[in-house]
């Protein structure tokens, strides 16, 4: 094939419409204190903060191969260090948020020199030991509520906005504009040098070192990185609730586990598998979380089957049988439009 029409392109047409669409769905998705209910809202603002924590525990696993079991110590850190700001320091909720952000990657370092010498599963169970350290060790603040734990006063919630419905509304948008930074965070990061140099090191860890990457140094920014948002999430989720406990804040069901089935079902190693993961989950809870353990049950089943008919999830079928790429991280080789041919798309 002559190369003399040839263009090298990240994007493509199907990421340009998606941009356009997604550009829509956000602004409905921004103004939907003026056509959803209460309920409705509490239900997406939920979803966000899953979105979010998929994510990034997609960018950990999927893209630095750090597959942690334990990044529900960030989401509990993130939860205590709100209310510890908040009550203690007299920091407003929303400050508070960035703060427990910023404490998150302060001990997300020594935690990330620990951890890091170990490998393989050896890694995944130091998350999790780490994981319930930090749960027994909040456990033992009295002025936090110890074991039982404890709720935000009602002079702080009060201090977010006037009235409960503001209040509602805000914590809404909080959990839409943290969804939205996350994502293109993670997306501006895979597109930069450091995003080249750990897609390299996916593919071939050897490979990368032979070429000069600093493997420790690309993997540890990205687990600071991953836990300072997560420990974001984890306030926000945490400032919905009103209330923090130990077993609630470092639960490795719902901040972990569940996250681990999104991931895994939408498709890991991709932006757009997190994304329909969330969907699929929640649609899922939604149908049968009033049927008790059979909930959990067919979790699992979902989960194994999609596993064994498509280890690259839902997206994966998607991308292999349209040749989609929503969120375009690679560089795509396109044939000019000529009047004897049609625009053909090969992936480099």
């Known amino acids: 094939?002559?190369?003399?029409?040839?263009?090298?392109?990240?994007?493509?047409?199907?990421?340009?419409?998606?941009?356009?669409?997604?550009?829509?769905?956000?602004?409905?998705?921004?103004?939907?204190?003026?056509?959803?209910?209460?309920?409705?809202?509490?239900?997406?603002?939920?979803?966000?903060?899953?979105?979010?924590?998929?994510?990034?525990?997609?960018?950990?696993?999927?893209?630095?191969?750090?597959?942690?079991?334990?990044?529900?110590?960030?989401?509990?850190?993130?939860?205590?260090?709100?209310?510890?700001?908040?009550?203690?320091?007299?920091?407003?909720?929303?400050?508070?948020?960035?703060?427990?952000?910023?404490?998150?990657?302060?001990?997300?370092?020594?935690?990330?020199?620990?951890?890091?010498?170990?490998?393989?599963?050896?890694?995944?169970?130091?998350?999790?030991?780490?994981?319930?350290?930090?749960?027994?060790?909040?456990?033992?603040?009295?002025?936090?509520?110890?074991?039982?734990?404890?709720?935000?006063?009602?002079?702080?919630?009060?201090?977010?906005?006037?009235?409960?419905?503001?209040?509602?509304?805000?914590s809404y948008w909080l959990a839409l504009g943290l969804a939205v930074a996350v994502i293109a965070a993670v997306f501006l990061f895979l597109r930069s040098r450091r995003g080249l140099a750990l897609s390299a090191i996916r593919d071939n860890e050897l490979a990368a070192a032979s070429l000069g990457i600093n493997i420790w140094r690309t993997k540890f920014v990205v687990y600071v990185v991953t836990a300072a948002l997560t420990a974001m999430v984890g306030a926000l989720i945490f400032l919905q609730k009103l209330r923090i406990s130990p077993d609630a804040a470092f639960s490795v069901n719902d901040w972990t586990a569940f996250v681990i089935f999104i991931v895994v079902i939408g498709g890991i190693g991709s932006l757009e598998g997190p994304i329909i993961g969330t969907l699929v989950f929640f649609a899922l809870r939604e149908t049968l979380s009033d049927m008790g353990t059979i909930y959990l049950i067919a979790l699992g089943l979902v989960a194994i089957i999609i596993m064994l008919k498509a280890p690259q999830g839902l997206w994966g079928i998607v991308r292999k049988r349209w040749d989609l790429q929503l969120f375009p991280l690679g560089y795509r080789v396109q044939q000019s439009a000529t009047p004897d041919n049609h625009q053909q798309l090969h992936d480099k």
Not at 67 to 85: R, T
């Open 1 to 170: 094939m002559s190369t003399d029409h040839l263009q090298v392109k990240r994007g493509s047409r199907a990421s340009f419409v998606a941009t356009i669409i997604g550009l829509i769905v956000l602004a409905v998705l921004i103004a939907a204190p003026l056509w959803a209910g209460r309920a409705d809202m509490r239900l997406m603002g939920e979803l966000f903060l899953y979105l979010s924590l998929a994510c990034l525990w997609n960018l950990m696993a999927g893209y630095a191969g750090l597959v942690s079991v334990g990044q529900q110590a960030y989401v509990g850190f993130g939860g205590y260090m709100l209310f510890a700001l908040t009550i203690f320091a007299g920091v407003h909720p929303v400050v508070a948020v960035l703060g427990a952000g910023v404490l998150a990657a302060l001990i997300a370092v020594p935690v990330a020199a620990l951890v890091f010498r170990l490998r393989g599963a050896y890694f995944a169970i130091g998350t999790w030991v780490v994981a319930e350290v930090f749960r027994l060790s909040f456990a033992q603040v009295s002025s936090l509520g110890g074991g039982s734990g404890t709720s935000l006063p009602v002079s702080i919630v009060k201090s977010m906005t006037s009235g409960r419905q503001a209040r509602e509304w805000l």
